[in-house]
């Protein structure tokens, strides 16, 4: 299960935030202390998976400290997962 | 004034409370043997800690500047390279840090350095029984320099505008006249107070007038931006200032659950400052949050820089803002902005208002020569609030200045009075409201292996979804192999990002002799973007094509 959610996760931030189709993102790379994932995009990110998986994301909790990579942001939208 | 943070119920902050706090600071510089005059530098996030020290180091009279903080994307090798450059021009006395940051301040410094102090903050309790007028801050003359501001980056870092007691007060007075500031207004600001938007009209300027000020921290409001409408409805918010991102920010990522039940009613002015201003982020965040209570006439424009203390010019207060059509080929080949006659394309331009009193501006070509009303030209200023200089920088002072008129570097025309900034001379890049020195980037990225050293060019292009510039750039190598092309990418991606803190959204890497340099040599951005621009349209048309 969590192995879906890192693809989806991948696809949307290569597509939507990236913008670079073609980027392979690696489930364990750093997203957020790399600057993968910039700040202006962390409300994307966390509107996209309260929509697509049903899982909130706090404010206070958009940041490395929470998650960094794929495989982390997934594991705690699977725990959330009813 | 009101302090709001994630994840904590809201602060109140007296006066009271205000002036002990700040007097604690005032009272350490003293002890730890700080002069007035002398240059203190805060590396603090938002919070208390950087209010009470910056009003602490103006009551002992020294002089405050704040270093933006460490923020997780940017390396702390990196941070401290920036704070070295800080040092070495601004010559500090002492840094005002926290306890956990001190071994990386100490780090930083070398036996050479000005700094006799580096304070911490748990050290320094309020002074509850100060007697305020006794400071040596009171004994300043009105000519002395009250703060330093800078710019990100190490060129920003490098510059750093010293401004006085007397420019300041002299913008506050004509601001606030601009702008019918009253006693029942309420100010609501998440702006960072290392900028000058920020620091002048969200935190200056209601303190000293005693004006009721809700703050918030920008690294709070990017991940929660909802909190700024919460805030101004709880708290009946009459004035924020916004970058003009910020208006398509605010208009895209706020769901309609955290705007259940507020009213934003009581704002009268949204300003739109510190980047170029586009009619379109109006459009959007109208259509918005005219449901929650907005109303469009509070959207207000303003033309600022740092070295004007704040506003250069305000529009909004006195009549609505005007919106100017353009005839657009005549704007692009002609630099010349003729009312459209709806004959051919146009485009909307925001006017930025009149300048406020006591500031004068004109347009000037390229000969210094002053241009008629809707020619385009550089914009010049003459003020009673000038900047004193760049500090420790006369050669850039000198170079600013033309006849008394400070070149601001910005292109723009008047029209009846109003002014209208349309793009800049030099070659700055804008974004999100921060200012970013191409020349910076590229330093970094001619580190990257495989990249030609001094063939590598950044500049902005304009992003309309998020209304501000993305940075993009080009870089030649030799390798004409396609993985080892994506891997230079990707460390060009990297490397800029951690030393810079800038997110790069484009990258092309391309062959030998790609990028044009002038006659005497030098990278011409603005040649290199127009021929970046082409080859992203005509690889477009051939994957559509394909």
Redesign the interface.
Known sequence: MPDEIINELSVYISNQIL?QPKKKLGKDEPL?????V???H???LA?YVEEHFRVRL???E???DTFDTLAQLAELIHERQP | MRLIA??KSDEELSYTRFIQGAAGYARALDLAGIKPGEVVILVLQHGSDLIFSFWGAILHGAIPSIMPFL???LSPERYQEDMASLLQITRPAALITYPEFYPVVMETLHAEDSVRAVLVTHDIQPWVDVDLIALSGFKRSPDDIVLLQHSSGTTGLQKGVALSHQAVLNQLESYSQAIHLAPDDVIVSWLPLYHDMGLIAGFIMPILWGIPLVIMSP??W????Y?LMQAVSSYKGTLSWLPNFAYN?CSQ?I?SRDLEGVDLSSWRGVINCSEPMRWESHQLFIDKFKPYGLRPEALKTCYAMAENVFAVSQGGFEETVTVDEIDQKSFITRRVALPSNKAGETIKLLSAGRPIAATHLKVLDEHHQPLADRQVGEIALHSNCMLSGYYKRDDLTQKAFHAGWFLTGDLGYTAGGEVYVVGRKKDLIIV?GKNVYPQDLEAIANQVPGVHPGRVVAFGVFNPE?GTEDVAMVAEVDTEDEEARERIEDEIR?RV??GS?I?L?HVMVVGPKWIIKTSSGKIARPANRDKYLEAVAKRQAADKGA
Do not use: Y
């Open positions: 913008k957020i202390s790399s600057g993968i910039d700040s202006f962390l409300v994307d509107m706090d404010d206070a958009l940041n490395a | 994630a994840a923020t997780e994307k690294f709070d990017v991940r929660a931006p909190r920010f990522k769901r999100g998020m990297q990002t951690r803190a997110a959204r």
